[in-house]
T-cell receptor, first 112, second 111 residues
């Protein structure tokens, strides 16, 4: 079946440092979505990318969708303590647009 | 606008007991989903529904059942609780494939 892997599993940074998480799917995706889950909370939708090679920015967050639509990345510039949480990518399974397979997640810890 | 509401928030079950996790949404979304998340892990799809009266299995459906009699409600039934079902359960809904809205989750412990 479809597998979506993320690396790294965990990263600990000092506040102000940059952070990147990478997402790789075993199959081509029709779109890629990113979610953030704060400790003890529920996943919250951040963004969706649809086009091959697409890049979107949300303040300090930059999202990219690979040319082959099998990989994606999330880059955070100058991390803040409010960025703490687990970041999940998710993409629709082949053959269905609405059913997402979630990645394994990257947990980000930010300290002062 | 409440979004997706899950009840209860916490529950402890004994092995062999049954329970229903409730999920309701007020956004008129056609698509609804149940995921489970084990500690430190990702989300695994249990069941999903593309509309009232239509349900289908996800990756890990064994030990669970669902029904979708209305657009708003998508309850998840555990018939014979087992320790392997200790997890956090999230219900989610979406209009199409764009952006799921998650409930706050039900933390279930089976002892």
């Amino acid at each position: 079946g479809q597998q979506v892997m993320q690396i790294p599993q965990y990263q600990h940074v000092q506040e102000g440092e940059d952070f990147t998480t990478y997402c790789n799917s075993s199959t081509t995706l029709s779109n890629i979505q990113w979610y953030k889950q704060r400790p003890g909370g529920h996943p919250v939708f951040l963004i969706q990318l649809v086009k091959s090679g697409e890049v979107k920015k949300q303040k300090r967050l930059t999202f990219q969708f690979g040319e082959a639509k099998k990989n994606s990345s999330l880059h955070i510039t100058a991390t803040q303590t409010t960025d703490v949480g687990t970041y999940f990518c998710a993409g629709p399974k082949a053959g269905t647009a609405s059913k997402l397979t979630f990645g394994t997640g990257t947990r980000l810890q930010v300290t002062l | 606008n409440a979004g997706v509401t899950q009840t209860p928030k916490f529950r402890i079950l004994k092995i062999g007991q049954s329970m229903t996790l409730q999920c309701t949404q007020d956004m008129n979304h056609n698509y609804m989903y149940w995921y489970r998340q084990d500690p430190g892990m990702g989300l695994k799809l249990i069941y999903y529904s593309v509309g009232a009266g239509i349900t289908d299995k996800g990756e890990v459906p064994n030990g669970y059942n669902v029904s979708r009699s209305t657009t708003e409600d998508f309850p998840l039934r555990l018939e014979l609780a087992a320790p392997s079902q200790t997890s956090v359960y999230f219900c989610a809904s979406s209009y199409t494939e764009y952006g799921y809205t998650f409930g706050s989750g039900t933390r279930l412990t089976v002892v």
